[in-house]
Structure formats: structure tokens, C-alpha cells
């Protein structure tokens, strides 16, 4: 077992922190006294490689001082740290927030800094490290001093490490299996140090913002003059909708499972009740796949979720309340019904009996003869090719058959880049939906394994992709996620900032065509490809929930115990305030443990587990107060009250 955070009354399987405030605070074997004015905690068990680097970086992201420590190691290898530590204030914590400093130590301390790995490994920091740290203050200054001495002992680990290393190969190259083992501890400290270095340049860039409102049209890009080539505007098209959407995912998975057109159509009056204004549904068509993503005959909409006559039944539910209805379009492929002679799949039946010549020509394993591809190769099923005039008409044909007849308001395209933008713009000019946006999913950037601060190239691809659809469209907003799930598990909420002041995001970019959420089938569900923590599903929601873009709320977690509560409550908070996609963000702080800002001059919020509140930081924008309207774990929003 390693080290662990010693302290009374502590029930903790790994490492365990308290503070004795203004007295002693004991480890079994040595104690260490804490000042007046300060609180200490101590360390002690069996070393642990990187511990140091872990607990003063934990520290400063729960914005501790550390105005001195000990550091001890005895002949049998164990450790005894003493470290005496203020608030940015200079004072004692508080009793009562020591539990909670606690849990966030374990969870920093047992987690990898790679964004890919759930351990850490590391070289042993230089102890002096602490000591260049120094007794930190609030400001700038003291962000830069704290940030410099986290990147110094990540350097510092990864430069030990490289050393030892290059003598275990010259010295011991038959040493295989010890040589691997520090491979991987120089990967996890070439992380750390990607990681610091990442905090350092948000730092570096925070200091140059003033806090001032965020102008996300003054970055569009590039990008954004294509929508005039393609003959659209900025505020061209159905994309978003009025600006005042709310949306519900109303499927997950495993929803196929059950008669799902009656099982939503039963819930229809609470979801209207909160203030959801759009329903997206699963894609209505035969497939060979009962989730849907595999279509065959797009005209059969008796599915695994229901019939077509039950489809019909619940859009006129959903009609009556005053809801959208959002059809999940997958057209960038298509399951043929018949194998050719040559056994491959490329005969199409039903009422669009395409053949092989509607098949993408690089698709070769279904024998295409269709032009090349314009976007990425979908492997699974026959890529269909949109090139040919033939067959963007069956489609449209089938887009209005599905708004005219079936009722559908709008569009969700499904694998956005498998093919071009301008097709995407040509099918939702000629269908006029209410609504309409892509699954452009793109990988964000990384380096080391650990996720850049600067994502701007990462949320510009999805700029062009709605570029390239005249603006007509909007997309998913994963430049948001996965910053937000970052930012969030690991304590590093300077990441919701970007340099220029603005929401990291897409909606930092362009906020009226993000569609930002925090789960889909996708990503959680029971298929868990890109899953964001559990444990701050509120915070997540409490910022998409606040914040510009239209967001999207999931099925699980709307209809969650406790979680769904909070998100309905935040639904009315953003509906009574009357905010938009391109409400206006001010942020007021952003830190390791705290983003706060207001937005649009009426709602104030914060997430992470650092105070703050409006009224402790004299925000003004001219109400009389401020009133608490919602709050969870780790986070709050306020109401101006006028």
C-alpha cells in the first residue's frame, strides 16, 4: 500500500488527508505543528514515485499556499511529509472544508496524468521543488510562480527519468521487461509535464485577457467565407432552430429493447412540462442493425423501436405538446438487400432499388462503381455516392416524404463526414426543416496522450463542415465535451477558457450552430466509447445548461434520480432567463478548481470545487441582488433579481 494522508476518524482504502488547524497533526510516528494561521496535514507510509509532484500540484489546484514543507525519507524507504498550508487568503482552512479536500486529493493522486490511462507513474521530484513555490497570493504573479513550479518538477521527473533509463539500456539491454516498465514511466512523465505545460500557457493567457464579454464572432476563420461561395449567410437556415431550442436525445442504446414509440409517447407531457421545446428520435427506418445506424429500406419505418403507425402516433404526441420531432437521418450509407454473383453486397430492394453504381468506387469491398468517395470511408456498410444528381433526388424525395407525411420538423445527419457539406446544404434547402445539424465527430488534439489547451484547430474542422453547408446547418459541439470532461475530472477548469477570453469550444467560435451536450448513445450508454464522469454530470450540465449554443440533454440522465431533478430545475432557470445560442458570456474566473461567469447580465454561475458566488465577487450588472436559484455538487447559479 503507498503513502497515506494520515488524520483522526479517516476511513479511506488508499491515501486519507486531514488538518489539525493551528495545532498538531500526527502520523502515528512524528509529528508536525502547525503555526498560527495555518493548517497542517502530513504524509507518511512507504514512498510512491511522482507523490510529491502529485500532492503540490493537488494543492494548487484546491488553491492552498503551501508556506513550508518536510520533506523525510527513512533508511527503509518510507516517507514523512509535513506540509503547513494557508487559503489564498493566508488563513487557516476551514474545518469543515477538509473532507472534501480529502476526496479531491485521493481522486488527483490515484489518477494518470496521460487523458488515456488510469494510472500514474513517474520519476522521483527534486524535494527543493516545494520551495520554489513559495508562500502564494491571489493574482497574477502568484498563478505564474505556481504554474512555473509545477512545469519545473514535471521537467525535473522526466529529466530523471530519461537518465536512468539511458543507462539501464547501456548497461542492461538485456533487461527487457525492467527497460519497458521505465518506458512507461517516461510516457506518464512526459504527460505530466504536457499537462503543466498546458496550464502554464492558460496562465500566460488568462493574464492577458481582462475579464470582458466574449466576442466568438471575431474568430470564425477562414472557414466562414465559404458560406458565401456556397450561397448561404450567417444566419442562413433552419440549423438551430429559433435560437431558444432545448433538446432531448430521446433514445439511448438499448432503447430498441423495448416498444419505444409507446414508451416515449407516455412521456411526452413531462418532458414538456420542463421546458424541452425538441425531441430527437431514433433513425425510423428497417435496418440491419436494430439500432438503427445500418438503414436498408428507407421507406420501411416499421423498426425495432415500433411501427410506422405507432412513429405516426407519437410525433402527433409530441405535435400537440408543442414539441419538434427530430428524425436521426443515416444516409451515408446504405445495406443493400442482395449479393451479387460475385457474393457481394450491392442490390438494393424496396422503393429505392439502387445497384452497385450508387455505391461509392473506393467502397470495394461491395464492388462500387460510383464516383470516389467525398469524405471519410464508412467500412461497415456500401458508402453511397452523392455525387450522382439520381441519387440526391431519391433522397430528397424521402426527406419530404418524411416532413410532409410522416411529420418530422427536422433533421439529425448521422456521420456528417462521410460526405460534403454542400450535399448536406442541398438536402436541407430542398426539404426547409425547422431544425438541422451534424455528427461532425472529430478527434480532439492531444499531445503525450494528454488533451491540448488550445483546440482551435480541433473546433475550426467543425466550423468548415457547417461552413460548407451554407450555415444552414449546426453541429455537435464535441470540442465542448471534451474539454469539459477534462477540465472537470482532473481539477483543470482554466481549460473552459480560451486565449482570447472566449468558451473554449465551438461555442467560443460560433455559438449559434453549436449544439453542445454531454452524453449520447455514442459516447455513453451501454457503449461507453467516450464516457464523461459520472461524478460531474451536474457540473456538465449546470455549464451547457447556462451557457450560448442549443444543448442537448440525454435520455439517461434526464429521466436519472436526483441528476434529472437538477437538470429539469436548470431547464426553467434558462427558459425564465430567456437565454439563446448567442447569449453573451462573461467570464468572471477562471482557475485549476473554479470557472465562474455571468451570462447575458442575468444568470451568474461557477463549477468546481472552489467558493465564489456573485456576491462575494461584487459582480455588477446593474440588479439590485442576486438570488441562489440551483446548486449540486460543485456547482451554482444565480438569478439577478432588478
Request: charged share 20%; aromatic share 8%; proline share 5%.
Amino acid at each position: 500500500m503507498g503513502p497515506s494522508f494520515v488524520g483522526p476518524s479517516v476511513d479511506l482504502t488508499s491515501r486519507a488527508i486531514t488538518g489539525a488547524l493551528g495545532r498538531t497533526c500526527a502520523n502515528g510516528r512524528t509529528q508536525g505543528t502547525a503555526t498560527a494561521g495555518q493548517s497542517c496535514a502530513s504524509v507518511a507510509g512507504p514512498a510512491h514515485d511522482n507523490l510529491l509532484l502529485q500532492l503540490t500540484g493537488a494543492f494548487n489546484v484546491l488553491e492552498l499556499t503551501v508556506a513550508s514543507a518536510s520533506i523525510q525519507v527513512d533508511d527503509e524507504g518510507g516517507v514523512l511529509d509535513v506540509f503547513r498550508v494557508t487559503n489564498r487568503a493566508g488563513d487557516k482552512v476551514p474545518k469543515g472544508q477538509w473532507d472534501g479536500i480529502r476526496q479531491a486529493i485521493l481522486q488527483m493522486c490515484a489518477t494518470s496524468s496521460r487523458s488515456s490511462k488510469p494510472a500514474i507513474y513517474g520519476g522521483q521530484i527534486l524535494g527543493d521543488t516545494v520551495g520554489l513555490r513559495g508562500p502564494l497570493r491571489e493574482g497574477s504573479a502568484s498563478d505564474i510562480e505556481a504554474a512555473a513550479a509545477d512545469m519545473a518538477a514535471a521537467a525535473s521527473a522526466l529529466v530523471i527519468i530519461e537518465r536512468e533509463l539511458a543507462a539501464m539500456v547501456a548497461k542492461q539491454p538485456q533487461d527487457k521487461a525492467a527497460i519497458a516498465g521505465r518506458e512507461t514511466e517516461r510516457t506518464e512523465a512526459a504527460a505530466q509535464l504536457e499537462r503543466k505545460m498546458a496550464a502554464m500557457e492558460a496562465v500566460l493567457a488568462a493574464r492577458r485577457q481582462p475579464i470582458q464579454e466574449a466576442k466568438p464572432e471575431a474568430a470564425r476563420g477562414p472557414g466562414a467565407d465559404l458560406r458565401f461561395q456556397h450561397g448561404g449567410a450567417t444566419a442562413s437556415g433552419p440549423a438551430s432552430g429559433t435560437g431558444h431550442e432545448i433538446i432531448l436525445q430521446g433514445f439511448n442504446w438499448e432503447s430498441h429493447r423495448q416498444p419505444w414509440y409507446n414508451v416515449l409517447r407516455e412521456q411526452v407531457p413531462k418532458i414538456a412540462e420542463t421546458g424541452i421545446t425538441s425531441v430527437w428520435l431514433p433513425p425510423p427506418s428497417d435496418s440491419v442493425s436494430p439500432q438503427g445506424y445500418l438503414p436498408r429500406d428507407l421507406y420501411d419505418l416499421n423498426s425495432a423501436y415500433g411501427t410506422e403507425g405507432e412513429l405516426r402516433e407519437l410525433i402527433r404526441e409530441l405535435h400537440d405538446h408543442g414539441l419538434k420531432a427530430v428524425a436521426d437521418i443515416v444516409i451515408n450509407h446504405r445495406c443493400a438487400h442482395f449479393q451479387d454473383d460475385q457474393g457481394r453486397w450491392n442490390k438494393f430492394g424496396g422503393r429505392l432499388p439502387w445497384d452497385q453504381s450508387a455505391i461509392c468506387c473506393n467502397n470495394g469491398a461491395f464492388g462500387g462503381t460510383g464516383r470516389h468517395k467525398t469524405g471519410e470511408d464508412y467500412v461497415a456498410a456500401p458508402n453511397i455516392d452523392h455525387t450522382q444528381p439520381a441519387v440526391r433526388e431519391d433522397i430528397k424525395k424521402w426527406l419530404k416524404w418524411l416532413r410532409n407525411s410522416i411529420g418530422f420538423d427536422g433533421w439529425r445527419f448521422d456521420f456528417v463526414k462521410g460526405y460534403g457539406g454542400e450535399f448536406a446544404k442541398e438536402y436541407i434547402d430542398m426539404t426547409v426543416p425547422e431544425m438541422a445539424f451534424g455528427e461532425y465527430w472529430d478527434t480532439c488534439e492531444y499531445t503525450d496522450g494528454v488533451l491540448n489547451y488550445n483546440q482551435d484547430a480541433h473546433r475550426q474542422r467543425t466550423v468548415n463542415w457547417c461552413d460548407r453547408t451554407g450555415g444552414t446547418a449546426s453541429a455537435f459541439d464535441f470540442t465542448s465535451k471534451g474539454i469539459l470532461q477534462e477540465a472537470m475530472s482532473r481539477g483543470e477548469y482554466w481549460r473552459l477558457v480560451d486565449s482570447q477570453g472566449r468558451p473554449s469550444g465551438l461555442l467560443g467560435m460560433w455559438p449559434s450552430r453549436a449544439i453542445t451536450f454531454i452524453e449520447n448513445h455514442d459516447t455513453g450508454s451501454t457503449l461507453n466509447h467516450w464516457p464523461f464522469p459520472w461524478n460531474h454530470l451536474h457540473e456538465g450540465y449546470a455549464y451547457i445548461l447556462t451557457h450560448p449554443g442549443t444543448p442537448t440533454i440525454f435520455y439517461d440522465h434526464f429521466f436519472a434520480d436526483g441528476l434529472g431533478d437538477s437538470i429539469r430545475e436548470l431547464v426553467k432557470i434558462r427558459t425564465r432567463a430567456g437565454l439563446h445560442c448567442r447569449s453573451k458570456v462573461m467570464v468572471q474566473k477562471s482557475a485549476a478548481a473554479l470557472y465562474a461567469a455571468t451570462i447575458d447580465n442575468k444568470l451568474a454561475m461557477k463549477v468546481g470545487a472552489a467558493d465564489w458566488s456573485p456576491l462575494d465577487g461584487n459582480v455588477q450588472v446593474g440588479q439590485k441582488d442576486w438570488k441562489l436559484a440551483s446548486s449540486g455538487p460543485q456547482f451554482a447559479v444565480w438569478e439577478a433579481v432588478f
